[in-house]
């Protein structure tokens, strides 16, 4: 395993989780895939685009979050990362806290990382 692909993909996670928490969506813009797609904890697959406006909407505020428990598993132009997520905020008002398990699967494209696909699994921890 490249300690370069895991340390980039260590830092890549940290900052998709910051980026939550700025609101800033040119991160998420460059970094997930134009057909990235993710399997939310119910099962429903969603889009970039439907992530992406739901979560910077205003509907949903997310106050904090921090990723930890990351694992990189490298293979040469791809890669599986899973870890776990800790956010909190509000959603329609109402305050969350929510702990996943994700996946996410990256592809290194023109020399940089893209993500792919994703899946989150909520979790008690």
């Not at 008002?93 to 020399?111: K, P, Y």
């Amino acid at each position: 395993m490249s300690t370069d692909t895991t340390a980039q993909l260590t830092e890549i996670e940290h900052q998709l989780a910051a980026a939550w928490v700025e609101g800033n969506t040119s991160f998420h813009e460059r970094i997930l895939a134009d057909d990235w797609s993710v399997i939310d904890p119910s099962g429903k697959i969603l889009t970039k685009a439907e992530v992406l406006r739901e979560a910077f909407s205003g509907e949903r505020q997310i106050s904090s979050g921090e990723i930890d428990q990351i694992a990189v598993r490298d293979f040469g132009p791809f890669a599986i990362v899973t870890g776990r997520t800790r956010m909190s905020g509000t959603y329609q008002g109402q305050e969350m806290h929510v702990t996943l398990r994700f996946t996410d699967v990256f592809a290194r494209t023109g020399g940089e990382w893209k993500c792919l696909a994703s899946q989150g699994t909520l979790t008690d921890e």
